[in-house]
């Protein structure tokens, strides 16, 4: 297909990036804690960090990386906690002491959690205290030399109190500290790594910088490989489609989504610290009173979110209250945005919730919409500079234009590949370069484009990626249980929820009782909201499940 987008692009933006701005992910940090020293980098639970305070915390960190574990260039290092001052610390410090961040969901069970650190080979591993009962389990077999274990007070004494009761909300029980041999405090930490002193590390654009872990067709979370070339990419890209609508050192963006997920990592942490804004971060955005009430006291210039938050958000009396004067940016990925939250959110903030999208194997942005839109249009956007698409059939070759098909991209943002797995790799990965991303979509004469079905049998609940087999697994681990699928199901909260058709062994087993069972092994959002048994499931002639016919079937129940 020709670029027929570049006709359509905002004024300003230019077709292609320069990636040879900067020398790697540290490069932009360093510019940035340098230009905007005194601004504020962060904003948590009232206090705040300068981009002086980070720079000099992330080297304090890094220095005990090298001086105290030896870290080599490449060693990777995994992160596990919500949106805390800590987390940018952490991440920044072991990226410039040259180690690759394995980001974890700090409410992942032992199981989902042991294999993400055993498969990447993290050697140290940096949590938030109230979730260090699961690493304490999850490290046996694994190669994690050192946990380092924070507390909200570990950074500065205005954390303390309230805010640790904060924390244990998010995590919904009263968790007490585990004491795990060989473990440090975060503190000792800045103390013993300022002492040692820190000492640069040439990184390289070739150079991995993440392992964001995601699922696949196989039930098996994977580590998508994401190189500094990727991230610095992504940031250029989305910077060039920013620069025309933002003040560098003058915005503040709300951070809600988590910054272990890339859509947050990349656009809030990332984009916004390139141009030196302030991101408030918001550690619990479940307690939706709670975070309006943050919103409040802040003239926030942009958000980023999903649907479902948006829509929490417009539900919410005191949030139809907060003065929007500032408000510049909404942004909605992760999820389809429902044109009816889209239309209540312009009209109650007076500015358009634009929808983007992108995966974690592409850093994650590959389209997005213009900020001078008017209004919703039910597309995903244009794609981004120096970002090429083709809509392709089951053969492989193109579609004419109009005409749905798999959305394929190419572009310096897409992954290196999945980490020391060359053969799901070649899965995804086409001859001459593109990225199949399992999502159909079709594009009109305008180059906006538009998701109309998923090829590959993900299901998308609140934003987060559920893979079935993985649920499957876990499920007919059950033993009542002789045979599962799982499928997502329309919900009017989530966009999707995790449905399971189960034949049983045993007649006795409930629905109540198979999701205690999955709850124990399977972090919340992939927990199956529903459970239907069956005596048998529809299968093809060869014995396997169908899972889109119980996919179909439910679509038509629900209307």
């Known amino acids: 297909m020709e670029p027929i987008w570049l006709k359509s692009y905002p004024e300003g933006v230019p077709h292609e990036v320069d990636l040879s701005k900067y020398a790697s992910v540290v490069d932009v940090f360093e510019q940035s804690v340098a230009r905007f020293a005194d601004k504020v980098s962060y904003i ?83 949590v938030v205290e109230n979730f260090a009962h699961t690493v304490a389990e999850a490290i046996v077999g694994t190669a994690v030399e050192k946990v380092i274990v924070t507390g909200l007070g570990d950074l500065f004494p205005g954390l303390k109190g309230g ?20 473990a ?21 654009l070739d150079d991995i910088a993440f392992l964001q872990y995601t699922g696949g067709t196989t039930g098996v979370s994977k580590g998508a490989v994401l190189t500094h070339r990727n991230i610095v990419a992504n940031l250029q890209q989305a910077y060039s ?24 990592l990349t656009a809030n942490c990332l984009t916004f610290m390139r141009i030196g ?41 005191d949030f139809r209250d907060l003065d929007f004067s500032t408000l510049k940016l909404t942004l909605g990925g992760g999820m389809a945005v429902q044109r009816a939250v889209a239309e209540r959110w312009q009209k109650l903030t007076g500015k358009p919730l634009l929808e983007a999208y992108g995966l974690t194997e592409t850093s994650p942005a590959v389209t997005i919409n213009p900020l001078d839109l008017p209004a919703y249009n039910g597309t995903i956007g244009l794609p981004v500079p120096s970002t090429e698409i083709s809509i392709r059939d089951d053969t492989g070759h193109e579609v004419p ?4 098909g798999e959305l394929c991209v190419r572009g310096p943002q897409v992954m290196a590949g999945y980490w020391q797995r060359p053969d799901e790799t070649r899965k995804v990965m086409t001859a001459d370069g593109f990225f199949c991303t399992g999502d159909v979509a079709v594009a009109d004469d305008k180059g906006f484009f538009r998701i109309v079905d998923r ?64 709850r124990e092994r399977l972090t919340g959002y992939k927990v199956p909201a529903r459970v239907e048994f069956r005596d048998e499931l529809p299968k093809t002639n060869v014995g396997k499940i169908l899972r889109r016919s119980l996919r179909d079937e439910e679509r038509a129940r629900v209307g």
């Open 184 to 204: 440090v405090r975060l503190k000792e930490v800045l103390q013993r790594g300022e002492r040692a002193g820190f000492h640069a590390v040439p990184r390289t």
């Open 277 to 317: 804004a302030a991101n408030l971060l918001i550690t619990n955005p479940r307690d939706i009173p709670g975070f309006v009430q943050e919103l409040s006291r802040y003239r926030f210039t942009a958000l980023t979110g999903v649907n479902t938050l948006f829509n929490a958000l417009l539900n919410n009396d």
């Open 401 to 404: 234009l109009g005409h749905p």
């Open 241 to 264: 489609w920013l620069a025309p609508w933002v003040k560098e050192g003058e915005e503040l963006i709300v951070t809600a989504l988590p910054l272990y997920h890339i859509f947050s």
């Open 44 to 126: 948590n639970m009232g206090v705040r960090m300068t981009y002086r305070e980070l720079d000099l915390l992330s080297q304090a960190f890094g220095g005990y990386l090298q001086s105290e574990l030896g870290l080599m260039p490449g060693d990777r290092v995994a992160v596990m906690m919500p949106n805390v001052l800590q987390y940018p610390v952490s991440v920044f410090g072991t990226l410039r002491a040259g180690g690759v961040v394995v980001n974890c969901n700090p409410l992942y069970t032992v199981r989902e959690l042991h294999h993400q650190l055993k498969d990447s080979g993290a050697r140290v591993i940096v």
């Open 455 to 518: 090829k590959k049998d993900m299901i998308l609940v609140s934003g987060f990626n559920v893979y079935p087999n993985e649920v499957e697994d876990v499920v007919a681990g059950h033993p009542g249980v002789v045979e599962v699928a799982a499928v997502g199901v329309p919900d009017e909260k989530s966009g999707e929820a995790v449905k399971v058709f189960v034949v049983r062994r045993d007649d006795s087993l409930t629905e109540k009782a198979l999701i205690a069972f999955c």
């Open 163 to 182: 805010a640790v009761n904060f924390v244990l909300k998010y995590v919904k029980k009263m968790v007490p500290h585990w004491h795990i041999p060989g």
